[in-house]
C-alpha cells in the first residue's frame, strides 16, 4: 500500500524527491551524534584545560544543532510532499545557510582564543553563540523557505569563498614554521570572508527589492552560524585546518550537485560544468600542499607542549591535540562516505550522472585518505599505544 500523501498538489516525483531528502537529513543527523563519543574522549583526556572546555562547549552547539535538525526534519518532508514547499526553494535554502557567517566567525573566534579570557567565560560565549546558532538558523531556514527568491550569486561565491580558502591554506602552511597556527587560522577565514560577503550582498542586491534589503542585512549575520561552528570544531578537532579546507570543498560540492539533481538534468549540466572547472584549478595545488600537512600538525602540537612545559605540565596538551588528529582523521573519512552514500539515496537509480559524479570524486577520496595517513603516522609516532586503541573504537562506528 502507499504512503503518498492523498494531496492534489503532490506527485510521486515530488514526494519521492521529499523522501530522498528525508534520508538526507537523517543521514546527517545520525553521523553528528556518532561524533560525541570522540569528542568526549578529547574533551575528558584535556581535563580542565582550555581547550577541553573549548570542546565542550562546541559540543553543546551541536547538541543544540542536532535538536533543531530532529525538529525540522519531519516538518519540511510533510511540507515538500503536500507541495507547500518548492523543491528549488529548499534546494536553495541549504546553500544559502553556506553564506553571510564569515564576520560571526571572526567576532567569536578571538573571544573564545583570548588567554586573558577565564576558561570559564570561554564556555559562556561558546554557550552564548550556541543559542544564538540554534535560534538564528531555524528562523532563518524558515523565513527563506517562505519568502525571497534564491540567486545563483550566492551559490557561486560559496564556491569562490571555499576556493580563496584553499589557496590562503596554502600560503599560511609555507609559512606556518614563522606564524602561529592559530593567527594562520584567522587569516585563511578573513580572505574567505572577504570573497563571501561581497558575492553575498551583490547578488542579494541585484534580486531582492529595496524595501527588502535592511532586511537582508539583519539576516545576513546571522545566516550560517551552523557552519562556522562546524569549521571551528574541525579546526579544534584535528590541528589541521588543510584538512577543514580540503572537507569544506567536497562537502559543498556535495551540496551543489544537491541542488543540481533537484532542478533537473540541464541545471546538472549547468553545475557539473562549472564546479569542474573551478574545483579543477583548485586540485593541483590541493594536492601538493597535503605534503605539507604533518608540518603544521607538528607546528600546532609543538606549540601545545612548549606552553605546557612553560605552565609546569609535562605536555599532555600535545598528545591531545594528537589524539584529536587520530580522531579526526577516521570521523574525516566517515563523513566522506557519508556524503558518497546520501548523494545515491538523494540521486536515486533514475539519476544516470550521479555515478559520474561520484567517479570523478575518487581522487579527491584519494588526496583527503593521504591526508589521513600522515596524520595518523605522526599520531601514532609519540601517542601511548591505550590511547591509539581507545581512539580507533571512538572513531570506528563513524567509518562503519
Known sequence: ??????????????????????????????VKLLYFPGIVLATRAAGPSGWGLITAAISVAFILSTAINLGLNPFVTREVAAGKIPIERLAAATTRLRLGSSLIFLIILPLVLTPTISGISRVVVAGVAAYVLADSWAKYYFAFLRGA??????????????????????????????????????????????????????GASRVLPPEAMPVGR?????????????????????????????????????????????????????YGAAYRLIEGLL???????????????KAFNSRFDADASSAGGSGVVGKVAGLQVAIAGPLGLGLVLEHEWI??????????????????????????????????????????????IISGVAAAPNVL
Open 1 to 30: 500500500m502507499s504512503t503518498q500523501p492523498e494531496t492534489g498538489s503532490s506527485s510521486p516525483h515530488v514526494y519521492r524527491t521529499a523522501r530522498r531528502l528525508s534520508a538526507y537529513f537523517t543521514g546527517q543527523i545520525v
Open 283 to 297: 586540485f593541483a595545488p590541493e594536492s601538493v600542499l597535503v605534503v605539507f600537512s604533518p608540518l603544521l600538525v
Open 343 to 388: 548523494t545515491n539515496v538523494l540521486y536515486g537509480a533514475e539519476f544516470d550522472p550521479a555515478a559520474r559524479v561520484l567517479l570523478w570524486l575518487a581522487p579527491a577520496y584519494v588526496i583527503m585518505s593521504l591526508n589521513f595517513l600522515a596524520g595518523a603516522l605522526l599520531t601514532a609516532a609519540y601517542l601511548p599505544r591505550e590511547i591509539l
Open 218 to 270: 539583519v539576516l545576513a549575520p546571522a545566516r550560517v552560524l551552523k557552519q562556522w561552528f562546524r569549521d571551528l570544531r574541525y579546526v579544534r578537532e584535528s590541528a589541521d585546518f588543510l584538512f577543514m579546507a580540503m572537507f569544506t570543498i567536497i562537502y559543498f560540492r556535495a551540496d551543489a550537485y544537491m541542488v543540481a539533481a533537484l532542478r533537473g538534468t540541464e541545471e546538472a549540466g549547468y
Open 149 to 202: 527568491e534564491e540567486t545563483r550569486f550566492e551559490i557561486l561565491g560559496g564556491n569562490v569563498e571555499k576556493g580563496v580558502f584553499v589557496l590562503a591554506s596554502g600560503l599560511a602552511l609555507i609559512l606556518a614554521s614563522r606564524i602561529d597556527p592559530v593567527s594562520v587560522v584567522a587569516v585563511g577565514f578573513a580572505m574567505a570572508a572577504m570573497a563571501k560577503l561581497g558575492i553575498a550582498v551583490y
